[in-house]
């Protein structure tokens, strides 16, 4: 099983990004996906979730309104897009998959997770 995560990378203040993460190797319409992120020195946190239909989401409540995840299960691929990003966001941004989770408790049942993409937003 593989998450390949991409699109991250440098962005001002205020702007936008759109991550992908393209999955092999699983059924992927059968997981939760999630994005998480970890800034140096802190934990790893929860950002957004979608269910396997992608007919429900969940944000944490500091993207929420922000950031908006989908997903296209013909592509095998779940998107983040992230708008009016800030300097705080600068984190490491990992995809994640668990097929027995709820969206609010992705966190404690991982089953995948991808590798990483760095996203580094300027002031």
């Known amino acids: 099983v593989q998450l390949q995560a991409s699109g991250g990378g440098l962005v001002q203040a205020g702007g936008s990004l759109r991550l992908s993460c393209a999955g092999s190797g699983l059924t992927f319409s059968n997981y939760v996906m999630g994005w998480f992120r970890q800034a140096p020195g802190k934990e790893r946190e929860f950002v957004a979730a979608i269910s396997k239909s992608g007919g429900t989401t969940y944000y944490a409540d500091s993207v929420n309104g922000r950031f908006t995840i989908s997903r296209d299960t013909a592509k095998n691929t779940v998107y983040l897009q992230m708008n009016s990003l800030s300097p705080e966001e600068t984190a490491v941004y990992y995809c994640?998959?668990?097929?027995?989770?709820?969206?609010?408790?992705?966190?404690?049942?991982?089953?995948?997770w991808g590798q990483g993409t760095q996203v580094t937003v300027s002031s």
């Open positions: 994640a998959g668990c097929r027995w989770c709820s969206l609010w408790s992705m966190m404690t049942a991982i089953d995948y």
